[in-house]
């Protein structure tokens, strides 16, 4: 009895020590997954074919043999969430490509002129707010105006709208119009106003800004500081919209240079870019301040919440979605990223960055930067 029992014991004992195995064996194996998993997932992404061939240029020299070439740039992946292609400074929004907003991180005109100390323009209604980036390089290129031509009667006559304004302002238009469709008011939902990164300019003496005399050096200037005319006359046939020079819209610096230098509409720019994917040729070029830009496009993963978006490491970088078919990298070459560890980076992050770097331009170094535009 007791020697059955202890049999049965021992062999209830081997057995769990066989099942204890075969779990162990189990976990194991599990684990080898997901550590082979997570490291495929680590691994960077293969570097783009444009970027081999550079290679291939710096292997030919023979200075570069021996020594890592400090040019070459290494990609690795982010994931992004595909939804943001809806976000950022580039954004397409036109009469075919709707804006999904909504949580806008805005900040009123009036009050931080206020906190500013700044008098030497205002908005039209206290109430009128415009995205938190867009403030100082907007200030920076009214100031630096103000400078030039002791001139303080601009005033922000539009700036962020939200749709409902917007839909007021259309329907009152289109009344107007003898109940035809506004073709100077775009439809609620598809304004550049709806984004906060657009805003109208009025003067105090006509009520009408033209962008002629003093004012024409904002227009010609503008992208000095990343905005853009958005709609001018000779692009009315892309755009949809008439000529409109007291409409700008932010874009950033490196683009707004190609587009001015370059003469592209922002839908002719968002094509071009489209056409310089992260497996081609990438868009490379520096500005008339001599700051070099690689930009590329990366399609967005609709069918997954997730989109793997190469990024360059250790170099500053800006991702924007283009609102239409996916992302938009903006390297600054030979900048250091503003937050080091740039793989655990968020899309969150890379637009804090961007707020975080405009607002320490655009207050803390005001002064340096202002002489620079000062001469042109
Ligand atoms: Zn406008």
Same mark, same amino acid.
């Given at each position: 009895? @007791?020697?059955?029992?202890?049999?049965?014991?021992?062999?209830?004992?081997?057995?769990?020590?066989?099942?204890?195995?075969?779990?162990?064996?189990?976990?194991?194996?599990? !684990?080898?997954?997901?550590?082979?998993?997570?490291?495929?997932?680590?691994?960077?992404?293969?570097? @783009?074919?444009?970027?081999?061939?550079?290679?291939?240029?710096?292997?030919?020299?023979?200075?570069?043999?021996?020594?890592?070439?400090?040019?070459?740039? /290494?990609?690795?992946?982010?994931?992004?969430?595909?939804?943001?292609?809806?976000?950022?400074?580039? /954004?397409?929004?036109?009469?075919?490509?709707?804006?999904?907003?909504?949580?806008?991180?805005?900040?009123?005109?009036?009050?931080?002129? %206020?906190? *500013?100390?700044?008098?030497?323009? @205002?908005?039209?209604?206290?109430? %009128?707010?415009?995205?938190?980036?867009? %403030?100082?390089?907007?200030?920076?290129?009214? &100031?630096?105006?103000?400078?030039?031509?002791?001139?303080?009667?601009?005033?922000?006559?539009?700036?962020?709208?939200?749709?409902?304004?917007?839909?007021?302002?259309?329907?009152?238009?289109?009344?107007?119009?003898?109940?035809?469709? @506004?073709?100077?008011?775009?439809?609620? =939902?598809?304004?550049?106003?709806?984004?906060?990164?657009?805003?109208?300019?009025?003067?105090?003496?006509?009520?009408?800004?033209?962008?002629?005399?003093?004012?024409?050096?904002?227009?010609?200037? !503008?992208?000095?500081? =990343?905005?853009?005319?958005?709609?001018?006359?000779?692009?009315?046939? /892309?755009?949809?919209?008439?000529?409109?020079?007291?409409?700008?819209?932010?874009?950033?610096?490196?683009?707004?240079?190609?587009?001015?230098? *370059?003469?592209? !509409?922002?839908?002719?720019?968002?094509?071009?870019?489209?056409?310089?994917?992260?497996?081609?040729?990438?868009?490379?070029?520096?500005?008339?301040?001599?700051? #070099?830009?690689?930009?590329?496009?990366?399609?967005?993963?609709?069918?997954?919440?997730?989109?793997?978006?190469?990024?360059?490491?250790?170099?500053?970088?800006?991702?924007?979605?283009?609102?239409?078919?996916?992302?938009?990298?903006?390297?600054?070459?030979? &900048?250091?990223?503003?937050?080091?560890?740039?793989?655990?980076?968020?899309?969150?992050?890379?637009?804090?960055?961007?707020?975080?770097?405009?607002?320490?331009?655009?207050?803390?170094? *005001?002064?340096?930067?202002?002489?620079?535009?000062? #001469?042109?």
């Amino acid at each position: 009895m @007791s020697k059955k029992k202890i049999s049965k014991e021992k062999s209830i004992r081997r057995a769990k020590t066989t099942t204890e195995i075969a779990i162990s064996l189990v976990l194991l194996g599990t !684990c080898a997954f997901f550590i082979r998993n997570s490291l495929n997932h680590a691994k960077t992404v293969e570097p @783009s074919p444009y970027v081999e061939q550079n290679n291939n240029i710096d292997i030919e020299d023979p200075s570069a043999t021996t020594l890592p070439d400090p040019n070459q740039t /290494i990609y690795e992946s982010l994931s992004v969430n595909t939804k943001d292609k809806f976000r950022g400074d580039l /954004i397409l929004v036109n009469k075919e490509h709707q804006y999904f907003g909504g949580d806008e991180d805005l900040v009123s005109i009036t009050d931080m002129n %206020y906190e *500013n100390e700044i008098n030497f323009f @205002s908005a039209v209604d206290s109430t %009128y707010t415009i995205l938190k980036e867009v %403030y100082s390089p907007m200030v920076k290129m009214i &100031q630096d105006f103000y400078d030039k031509y002791q001139n303080d009667t601009l005033i922000i006559y539009g700036s962020y709208r939200t749709t409902d304004f917007q839909q007021e302002l259309y329907d009152n238009d289109v009344a107007n119009n003898g109940g035809e469709e @506004s073709t100077r008011v775009a439809k609620p =939902g598809f304004s550049e106003h709806e984004t906060g990164l657009a805003f109208d300019f009025s003067e105090t003496e006509n009520n009408d800004y033209q962008g002629t005399g003093d004012f024409e050096w904002i227009n010609a200037n !503008c992208y000095k500081y =990343g905005f853009i005319v958005r709609y001018t006359s000779s692009k009315e046939k /892309i755009t949809g919209f008439q000529n409109e020079p007291w409409h700008f819209r932010y874009v950033g610096i490196p683009h707004a240079y190609y587009m001015d230098a *370059n003469d592209l !509409c922002l839908e002719e720019y968002i094509k071009l870019i489209g056409e310089h994917p992260y497996d081609k040729e990438h868009l490379e070029f520096s500005d008339d301040k001599g700051n #070099e830009y690689e930009v590329y496009f990366v399609k967005s993963d609709d069918g997954n919440d997730k989109t793997t978006v190469p990024v360059p490491a250790g170099v500053r970088y800006e991702i924007s979605g283009n609102n239409v078919d996916g992302f938009i990298v903006t390297v600054y070459k030979g &900048q250091k990223p503003i937050v080091e560890e740039a793989p655990t980076k968020t899309f969150e992050d890379a637009s804090e960055e961007n707020t975080e770097n405009s607002t320490d331009e655009g207050e803390d170094d *005001n002064s340096e930067d202002t002489d620079d535009y000062s #001469e042109y």
